[in-house]
T-cell receptor
Framework: EAGVTQFPSHSVIEKGQTVTLRCDPI?????LYWYRRVMGKEIKFLLH????????ESGMPNNRFLAERTGGTYSTLKVQPAELEDSGVYFC?????????????FGPGTRLTVT | AQSVTQLGSHVSVSEGALVLLRCNYS??????LFWYVQYPNQGLQLLLK??????LVKGINGFEAEFKKSETSFHLTKPSAHMSDAAEYFC????????????FGEGTQLTVNP
């Protein structure tokens, strides 16, 4: 069974540019989460999809971040325009619905560097 | 509100020695607790979880953790460290009342010396 995949693995962009990160969850997982780890800090929750609906987006830092999950399969996270403080590792995780939702499976992350 | 504190951002042990990674949590309701491990260039892998069943939880690779409500702790242990255990370890908490999102500690980098 394929795990959670993320693309790209690394991205280096200049301040003011746009970047789109992609996450493919485990097949059949209706829950999809985005997290971010800024260097030296803890991993922080960004948002949670249940199928195609945003269940909780309380962790999104500001309106420069836009997440979508059209069709309830893969998800994208767009940062526009990127700022220096957006640098970090962006993790995606997925889980099944119900009590198993607490067992989240993580992807390898996308390392974003904004220069 | 939930929070997690991991004592010690870096822990170094000798091969064969006891591994003890400390985690304390704060939660207003009975929590779910997790330990994840991240090996270099890989994603986070679930080591073990506590979801209100047995307080002593056994995980993969010989790791275990004990939930102690009175101490609000969920420390991770392994009797004998192996070189392959070198990685970064994260403690996390989740509450039913806040959905299934995880709140993480800052992580502990474990080094195993030969």
């Amino acid at each position: 069974e394929a795990g959670v995949t993320q693309f790209p693995s690394h991205s280096v962009i200049e301040k003011g540019q746009t970047v789109t990160l992609r996450c493919d969850p485990i097949s059949g997982h209706d829950n999809l989460y985005w997290y971010r780890r800024v260097m030296g800090k803890e991993i922080k929750f960004l948002l949670h999809f249940v199928k195609e609906s945003k269940q909780d987006e309380s962790g999104m830092p500001n309106n420069r971040f836009l997440a979508e999950r059209t069709g309830g399969t893969y998800s994208t996270l767009k940062v526009q325009p990127a700022e220096l403080e957006d640098s970090g590792v962006y993790f995606c995780a997925s889980s099944q619905l119900g009590r198993s939702s607490y067992e989240q499976y993580f992807g390898p992350g996308t390392r974003l560097t904004v220069t | 509100a939930q929070s997690v504190t991991q004592l010690g951002s870096h822990v170094s042990v000798s091969e064969g020695a006891l591994v003890l990674l400390r985690c304390n949590y704060s939660s207003s309701v009975p929590p779910y607790l997790f330990w994840y491990v991240q090996y270099p260039n890989q994603g986070l892998q679930l080591l073990l979880k506590y979801t209100s069943a047995a307080t002593l939880v056994k995980g993969i690779n010989g790791f275990e953790a004990e939930f102690k409500k009175s101490e609000t702790s969920f420390h991770l242990t392994k009797p004998s460290a192996h070189m392959s255990d070198a990685a970064e370890y994260f403690c996390a908490v989740s509450e039913e009342t806040s959905g299934s999102r995880l709140t993480f500690g800052e992580g502990t980098q474990l080094t195993v010396n030969p």
